[in-house]
Each structure stands twice: as structure tokens, then as C-alpha cells.
């Protein structure tokens, strides 16, 4: 029926991970990055939590500062202060 939703789209909009993340006030990373340099709260693809910063490299190029084997291929984020 026109305008009804899936079971699928359900799932998906309420009890998929990515659901629970939205929840507590993360970002994906493929949606959007921060537009500004600042500290951030980040899940990777392996479900490390830890905080980092966002910023801007000398090449231009906006990336996370992430080291100790973590943080390859962020997922998630959320600004938990302001940059600097």
C-alpha cells in the first residue's frame, strides 16, 4: 500500500545499531563530517569508542586524529567541545 512502511524500514529506523547511535547523538561519518576543528566522541567499523580531535591537515583535507590501532574507517561521531 501506497505510503506504508516495510517491517525492513522499521527495523532499520528503530532497532538497527546505527538507530541506537542516532539515539545517544552520533553522526555517521558518510552523512556528514564536523565542519569545524573541535573534539570529538568517535565509534569506528570495530566499535572502539574513544574521544579524538577533528581538524584540518596541512594538506586541507579534513580528518580525524585517531592512533593505538584504533579508528580506521570512523563511523560515528559527535562534537563534545568546541575546537579551537
Known amino acids: 500500500m501506497k505510503g506504508q512502511i516495510t517491517l525492513w524500514?522499521?527495523?532499520?529506523?528503530?532497532?538497527?545499531i546505527?538507530?541506537?547511535?542516532r539515539r545517544?547523538?552520533?553522526t555517521n561519518a558518510y552523512d556528514r563530517e564536523p565542519d569545524h576543528d573541535c573534539r570529538?566522541?568517535?565509534?569506528?567499523?570495530n566499535g572502539?569508542?574513544?574521544n579524538t580531535r577533528f581538524y584540518t591537515n596541512?594538506?586541507?583535507?579534513?580528518v580525524f586524529d585517531a592512533t593505538n590501532s584504533r579508528g580506521y574507517d570512523i563511523c560515528w561521531w559527535k562534537?563534545?567541545?568546541?575546537?579551537r
Open 9 to 16: 524500514d522499521y527495523y532499520l529506523e528503530n532497532f538497527s
Open 18 to 21: 546505527g538507530a541506537q547511535y
Open 24 to 26: 545517544e547523538g552520533y
Open 40 to 45: 570529538v566522541a568517535v565509534i569506528d567499523h
Open 48 to 50: 572502539n569508542r574513544f
Open 58 to 62: 596541512e594538506l586541507g583535507t579534513p
Open 79 to 83: 562534537e563534545i567541545l568546541p575546537g
